[in-house]
């Protein structure tokens, strides 16, 4: 069993930053891959970033260059770091993984981007 605690949502102006943080219940050295989505109203949940074990990184296309994920190993935290932040990023975010043949969600944090 897994429990993911997202934190850092809130309300920014767009071209704002936000830092989001996933903290794990359990070592995600063992984990290989962890990432974070996304909701918004009357749309389907969407992959906006992962991170492998290994350190490689994916990312949305709508966010490449303004999001980065992190992880904290020493912590068990993965990170969303998000800068110059548009309307459209507002949503639902979810950090997700898959351990031990099963998936894993937080339940959410709130991002507001206003314009």
């Known amino acids: 069993q897994v429990q993911l605690v997202e934190s850092g949502g809130g309300l920014v102006q767009s071209g704002g930053s936000l830092r989001l943080s996933c903290a794990a219940s359990v070592g995600i050295r063992s984990i290989n891959t962890m990432a974070w989505y996304r909701q918004a109203p009357g749309k389907q949940r969407e992959l906006v970033a992962s991170?492998?074990?290994?350190?490689?990184?994916n990312y949305a296309d709508s966010v490449k260059g303004r999001f980065t994920i992190s992880t904290n190993n020493d912590k068990n935290m993965i990170d969303l770091q998000m800068s110059s932040l548009k309307p459209e990023d507002t949503a639902v975010y979810y950090c997700y993984t898959y351990y031990a043949y099963r998936t894993y969600w937080g339940q959410g944090t709130q991002v507001t981007v206003s314009s």
């Open positions: 991170i492998a074990k290994a350190g490689n990184t």
